[in-house]
């Protein structure tokens, strides 16, 4: 592997809050009176600040971060759209950037006449163009409505479009932003394996997205921008522990689904939920199919002789994919005052991969009463591992036998077979040899 072809180094970009005519007529005017001190500290802020990272040729770099993080900022940066206030931002051949739906498209065109223009626009001949145009207008699925003009198109059909082009000008470095969340399930399946393809083939990809999943499945490294700065650079892996617990932190402060059942007065708080792996190793990255043991750790100070502990797991607001109750398993817990650890083994976590929030009940199992109802603010990332359509991945086998095999199995003639196999075909055959 060769050395960075995008690199930042110390990168800072500054805006101004306010727009418009009005604004930026009335802001000359105070800067004149009180000569630009004040108000330009007032009005100025910072939407990165002294941010610093690298991606190589054959290498996909994640940005995550919450919104208003930068992540947008970055990458128009690294498309030379916007140009930074501090620092030095290195991007070095063919650049295909995929950033906005949209983005490069004439609306009043056609998409086969945006085709060649997003391809112009990225570097591309009108010969080069030609020669990929139908792989381009495939990938797309637009095959009946590329004579189409594209503002008729849906978003999806735009952000389809666009990553097709960017992804076929065989870039040396391909930017992709959020829009790609605008595809179907499927698309997105197609946009990672062509992904993969380009960094087979020596591309580098920097990779903007909120979807952890996507992320694992394509990346090797990832930042984590909070505020503007770098809060975290490693593995995937280390990027998403250190973005799920920043996550869970804010989930738990606003957590539209938190119940008020959980209280001092009860007797009972959770000191910590953790996830363990096959091996014993804390994690906050799950295989699907593989072992996973959920722990918790209580800290108990009034004794609740028969407690019933219930775990929950979510993926949306109001609805519990997966609980898990004690009781109904037919176990309760002895806890007398001081710290208690309980275990949740699980032979194989089968949910497919996408980002996943805990909660911990806890439940006086000789009053009938919730003595603690926690906030679904402890997260576990489920990697895709090829898998991220639907919910579930259900273990599965599939069977296939020929009608040949199954006429043999029923002991037919040889005649009968033909007649048979004739029938499983939709077959005409009006004569049968016997």
């Known amino acids: 592997m060769s050395g960075p072809v995008v690199r930042f180094e110390g990168v800072s970009k500054r805006f101004r809050r306010g727009s418009g005519a009005r604004s930026v007529l009335t802001r000359l005017m105070r800067q004149v009176r009180r000569r630009g001190t004040t108000e330009a500290a007032e009005e100025a802020f910072w939407a990165l600040k ?49 950033i906005e739906v949209g983005a490069g498209f004439h609306g009043d065109l056609t998409g086969r006449e945006n085709v060649y223009l997003h391809g112009a626009i990225l570097g591309m001949s009108r010969r080069q163009v030609r020669a990929k145009f139908d792989d381009i207008v495939s990938f797309a699925g637009v095959e009946a409505f590329i004579d189409t003009p594209v503002k008729r198109y849906s978003s999806g059909m735009y952000a389809r479009l666009g990553f097709s082009v960017a992804a076929h000008v065989d870039p040396d470095v391909l930017l ?14 197609r946009c990672i394996e062509r992904m993969r393809e380009l960094l087979r083939g020596g591309a580098a990809l920097v990779l903007v997205t909120h979807h952890l ?27 998403a522990t250190a973005y799920l617990r920043a996550m869970s932190r804010t989930k738990a402060a606003h957590a539209p689904d938190a119940s008020t059942g959980a209280s001092a007065a009860s007797g009972v708080a959770v000191d910590r939920v953790r996830f363990l792996d096959a091996s014993g190793r804390e994690t906050i990255c799950a295989s699907p199919r593989q072992p996973l043991t959920v722990e918790v750790t209580l800290d108990v100070t009034a004794a609740i002789p028969r407690c019933v502990l219930e775990l929950n797991m979510r993926r949306r607001v109001h609805e519990n994919l997966l609980s898990f109750n004690s009781g109904r398993s037919g176990r309760t817990f002895d806890l007398r005052p001081g710290r208690h650890v309980i275990a949740l ?45 639907g919910q579930w991945c259900v273990d599965h086998a599939w069977g296939y036998a020929s009608a040949s095999a199954v006429a043999r199995e029923a002991g037919m003639t040889r005649g009968a077979q033909i007649e048979f196999q004739a029938g499983m075909a939709g077959s005409d055959l009006r004569r049968v040899e016997r």
């Open 345 to 389: 083994n699980l032979d194989r976590l089968s949910v497919c991969g996408g980002e996943y929030f805990w909660n911990v009940r806890i439940w006086d199992g000789e009053r009938t009463t919730c003595e603690l109802d926690t906030a679904f603010s402890t997260p576990l990332l489920v990697a895709a591992d090829a898998i991220s359509t």
């Open 176 to 189: 992709v932003d959020e829009v790609l969340s605008v595809g179907d399930a499927m698309f997105r399946l």
């Open 50 to 98: 002294e941010v610093s990272f690298e991606g190589r040729r054959g290498e996909a770099l994640g940005i995550i971060g919450p919104n208003g993080a930068g992540k947008s900022t970055a990458l128009k940066l690294m498309a030379r759209i916007l140009r930074p206030d501090e620092g030095q931002v290195h991007v070095s051949g063919r650049l295909a950037a995929l």
């Open 213 to 239: 999943d996507q992320m694992h499945a394509v990346c090797s490294r990832a930042v984590v921008l909070e505020e503007g700065r770098v809060s975290c650079a490693g593995t995937t892996e280390e990027a």
